[in-house]
C-alpha cells in the first residue's frame, strides 16, 4: 500500500502550479460560469475545487496519523502489534520520500 501511495509524489511536485492555475482562473468569467454550472450549490465553487484538489495532499499525513494512533492503542500481545507498527514505519517513510521529492522540485525551479 504505502508503495502505491508513492504515486502521489508527482501530484504533489507539481500541486504549487496547479493552485498557481487556478489563482489565475478565478478571474476568467468563463471559467467561473463554467464551473459554477457543476457546482452550483457549493457557494464559492473554485473554494470548492481548491478543497477537493488539496485532498490527495493531505492523505498521505491522515493515514500516518491514524496508523500512530491504532499503533498506540493497541495492545503489545495484539497479534497486529507488529503489522501495525511495519506499516507505520512504511508510512513515515512514504511521507518522507514525497515530502523530499516535493523539496527537490521546488528547488529546481528555484534555480531556473
Known sequence: MCMALRLYTRYAETYTQIESVLDDLRSDKKFLTFI????????????YLSSLL??????IPRYQMLLD???KKTWESHPDYGPLGKALTEMIETAKHVNDKVREAEN???LV
Open 36 to 47: 459554477q454550472s457543476k457546482w452550483p450549490h457549493t457557494g464559492d465553487p473554485v473554494q
Open 69 to 71: 494512533l491504532l499503533y
Open 54 to 59: 488539496i485532498t490527495p495532499i493531505q492523505r
Open 108 to 110: 529546481a525551479k528555484k
